[in-house]
């Protein structure tokens, strides 16, 4: 599993948190179940290798920090996402938007760039189009607002 399906399938975990509520540890080891693991690799490729440990604690790392932060990431995306309430982003976008910023601020081995490309790319995969541009310009808004330029 390269990085790239592990920030999707933490997307995913993340995106699953704001239906069930459940605790992240909850939500991972559900998730991460070799049983339900396999019946999800039916509906999308990317569960058809899992994650080694470097990329375990990756996503623990992230899925947690998300939630522990969901309040700060959220009043970022309102304060880019000028015109929208946070509250008419679709909860998929928002994860997504979520998981990059907690990755630009709090995780020194991910370059801004990557988390915003990545972020792009999920977003068109998932949404089209529209929502990867949208996602782009909010996350650009904040990384030149925000963030110390250091790449």
């Known amino acids: 599993m390269t990085r790239g ?9 993340v995106y699953c948190r704001e239906f069930t509520g459940d605790e992240p540890a909850t939500v991972i ?4 179940n070799k049983a339900y693991y396999a019946m999800l690799s039916e509906e999308n490729q990317v ?18 920090g998300v939630a522990n932060r969901c309040d700060e990431l959220n009043e970022i995306i309102q304060k880019y996402s000028i015109g929208w309430d946070v509250t008419r ?21 991910v ?7 990545e972020a792009v790319r999920i977003a ?24 110390e330029v250091t790449e």
């Open 29 to 32: 080891t559900t998730r991460l």
């Open 124 to 147: 068109k995969l998932y949404d089209g189009d529209d929502t990867g541009a949208f996602v782009n310009g909010v996350l650009g808004a904040f990384a030149r607002a925000e963030v």
């Open 5 to 13: 399906n592990a920030r999707e399938l933490a997307v995913h975990l």
């Open 89 to 109: 982003i679709s909860k998929l976008t928002r994860s997504i938007m979520q998981l990059a910023i907690f990755e630009i601020k709090y995780m020194e081995d």
């Open 111 to 117: 370059p801004t760039s990557v988390a915003i490309s």
């Open 47 to 64: 569960y058809t290798e899992r994650p080694n440990g470097t990329q375990r604690v990756y996503i623990d790392t992230v899925v947690c």
